[in-house]
Each structure stands twice: as structure tokens, then as C-alpha cells.
């Protein structure tokens, strides 16, 4: 089975900067995600990109998270700017197991997670 493990988690303050780093063994040209879980709230979706490499995000980091993949390093990656004590949260990398074309936006769409990653954003 696909495994994902993520990476470059950490605590930063309001208006900083975080890269995020999901490495996938039996990496696929499929719907690849990142979700983020806040204490006492579910999992929601944070950004997409499809085997084209389409991306599309949640309006809540739109124009301040990029979402990418480099597809011969079998490797997704977030790059988080202007961060915000909002974005406080453990965020989840996924992967599809099939094509989906669009992605989906919901975590029922995704197949594969990681463990998670911590990122603290302070005031």
C-alpha cells in the first residue's frame, strides 16, 4: 500500500513561513492532498492538486498556501506563507486511489493519509 509521511512541521509566528514535505512510497499520478485538524474541530481540506497538476485551495489560505509535486521525488510539499494563529493545527497529507478528475474536497476521497505534522502559529 501507498505510505505517506510528512515533514517540516513546526512553530512559527503570525506572518511567518512553513514548507511542508509528504514523501510517498508507491507514489501515484493521482488526486494528492493536504487536510489540517485543529484541536476540537474535524478535518478539512486545505489544498488539492490533480494528476495534471491542477491545484485548487480552500478560500480560507487562498493566495498565501501553494500546493506541489514533484513527481519523479515522489513528493508533495506545502508551502505556507503569512501564516496566521487560524492555521494552528496538525496537517494531514493524502493521496486518492483513483483519479478523480476533479479531486474531491471532502477526506471520504482520499484513500491514503499520513501521520500528521504539527504546525503552531503564534500571535
Known amino acids: 500500500q501507498v505510505q505517506l509521511v510528512e515533514s517540516g512541521g513546526g512553530s512559527v509566528q503570525a506572518g511567518g513561513s512553513l514548507r511542508l514535505s509528504c514523501a510517498a512510497s508507491?507514489?501515484?499520478?493521482?488526486?494528492m492532498a493536504w487536510f489540517r485538524q485543529a484541536p476540537g474541530k474535524e478535518r478539512e481540506g486545505v489544498a488539492t492538486?490533480?494528476?495534471?497538476?491542477?491545484?485548487r485551495y480552500a478560500d480560507s489560505v487562498k493566495g498565501r498556501f501553494t500546493i506541489s509535486k514533484d513527481n519523479a521525488k515522489k513528493t508533495l510539499y506545502l508551502q505556507m506563507n503569512s501564516l496566521k494563529p487560524e492555521d494552528t493545527a496538525i496537517y494531514y497529507c493524502?493521496?486518492?486511489?483513483?483519479?478523480?478528475?476533479?479531486?474531491?474536497?471532502?477526506?471520504?476521497?482520499?484513500?491514503?493519509w499520513g501521520q500528521g505534522t504539527q504546525v503552531t502559529v503564534s500571535s
Open positions: 492538486i490533480d494528476s495534471d497538476g491542477l491545484p
Open positions: 508507491g507514489y501515484a499520478r493521482y488526486c
Open positions: 493524502a493521496q486518492s486511489g483513483r483519479d478523480y478528475i476533479p479531486c474531491a474536497w471532502r477526506d471520504s476521497g482520499y484513500r491514503y
